[in-house]
């Protein structure tokens, strides 16, 4: 059952006694009762009620209680419209007399000498100020009791929670690691926590999972796994829209919408200008390694890498498709060998990883990365970096992209910056004689 505190800001004791004048001692009380008490005691812009629900907190003025009973209770609360006046001690409780299981906000209130809202205040925050001096008594008190906020309830009560809901497609890729890295340094700053959710890029199960996460009221949902349309599926669609409906924010790696906030990633200009230093590095021919076609990501790097490539000369031999793992990619790199690589010829794969498994699949057929076979991707995760040779790839500001799909989640007033991609070129891609 939810309770109920009427008090007086400025003297919430004082108003507390007052009340029980007209209706002695603590209980249950219909909103009609309380309604007439509250009116007794001739206060009307100073009072509010406060509602109580364990650990969370909210505040209707004495309007609110005029309504009707179950307007009242729809407004602030999914209790019975059923209410509990309870009053103020200064009695300390000690911590060996605190009931069993877990400690609640009342708990913290009694050991700190202080009303239920003020203990409130200054654990969860507020927008009315509470005296250092008794911040410091409840912060002590919660700390001796081993007091920890229910999150739950407060999204519950406040309509929303302290969580960011991440969507990746594989938490095991480096990629979605950096941005995981760069969403939950947001986070911290922001006083919010990260619930990360791992989509297998599939979409049915990507609506099951936002579906989910919307019962836990996120403040923001982060759709960071790639997608096989530049449009939001329709089953998807209808689940953000009613997650933006209830004042959430979404915020999805490409392009954005009415209810998306878009991070754009600059995948098919990287991936052209990666083509062009290829093919400026006297490279002819070319063999791509990429995910399934409509994956937007994949696309957008594979007609990227065909426009720089082909338009320094270079022509594409093969496209090979599969997924984003490194499995994928030394399978379709086993599959190019079978069909024959010529010597100088250099192989794309969609992503670091993928490239990383081509790196496998040529020195399991006793082939050379670099003099023999050259090699590229695209991300510049760590790995790439400290592979022999050392990969040539395109960065991406991954962290920095988790970072600001951070604060497009949380900023009223955000606005997105430009990311810059830049190629790296290393010793997987020595440059060739143009003529070889």
């Known amino acids: 059952m939810a309770t109920y505190q009427v008090c007086d800001w400025k003297t919430p004791l004082a108003a507390d006694v007052l009340l029980s004048r007209h209706y002695p001692g603590d209980g249950v009380i219909d909103f009609a009762s309380l309604t007439r008490a509250v009116e007794a005691t001739g206060y009307d812009r100073d009072i509010e009620v406060e509602i109580f629900n364990e650990e969370i907190w909210a505040t209707e003025p004495l309007e609110a209680v005029r309504r009707t009973a179950a307007g009242f209770a729809a407004a602030v609360s ?75 309830a407060q999204a519950t009560a406040r309509g929303t929670s302290a969580i960011i809901a991440l969507l990746v497609a594989d938490i095991a890729d480096p990629y979605f690691g950096e941005i995981a890295s760069g969403v939950a340094r947001g986070a911290d700053e922001e006083g919010l926590v990260v619930t990360v959710a791992i989509t297998e890029r599939d979409p049915a199960r990507e609506v099951r999972l936002v579906r989910a996460l919307r019962g836990q009221r996120p403040r923001g949902l982060i759709l960071a796994a790639s997608r096989a349309s530049k449009d939001i ?53 070319a063999v791509v390694l990429a995910a399934a076609e409509g994956v937007v990501t994949s696309d957008d790097r594979v007609a990227g890498f065909a426009d720089g490539f082909g338009a320094g000369g270079g ?86 992209v988790g970072y600001q799909a951070l604060h497009a989640a949380t900023d009223a007033d955000w606005e997105p910056a430009a990311l810059r991609l830049e190629v790296l070129l290393r010793d997987s891609t020595p440059p060739r004689d143009a003529g070889a």
């Open 78 to 152: 999914p209790q019975p419209p059923r209410i509990a006046i309870v009053s103020d001690t200064s009695e300390p409780v000690r911590p060996d007399a605190v009931r069993a299981g877990a400690v609640t906000l009342h708990d913290v209130a009694r050991e700190a000498g202080v009303s239920l809202a003020t203990a409130s205040r200054a654990l969860n925050g507020s927008a009315r100020k509470v005296a250092d001096s008794y911040r410091e008594r409840v912060q002590a008190a919660a700390a001796r009791l081993g007091y920890t906020a229910n999150l739950s």
């Open 233 to 285: 599926a329709p089953d998807l669609s209808a689940e953000l829209d009613q997650f933006a409906a209830a004042g959430g924010r979404v915020v999805a790696l490409g392009t954005g919408s009415e209810v998306v906030r878009g991070v754009a990633i600059d995948n098919r200009g990287g991936a052209a200008e990666l083509g062009a230093a290829l093919a400026a590095r006297g490279y002819r021919t």
């Open 315 to 400: 022509e594409i031999g093969a496209v090979l498709r599969g997924g984003f793992t490194r499995e994928s990619g030394h399978d379709l790199m086993a599959q190019a060998l079978a069909a024959g690589v010529a010597p100088g010829t250099v192989v794309f794969g969609i992503s670091d990883v993928v490239a990383i498994g081509a790196l496998s699949a040529l020195r399991e057929a006793g082939r050379s990365v670099g003099d023999d076979v050259a090699l590229a991707g695209f991300d510049d995760i760590p790995t790439g970096r400290d592979v022999t040779p050392a990969l040539t790839t395109v960065r991406i500001p991954l962290e920095e």
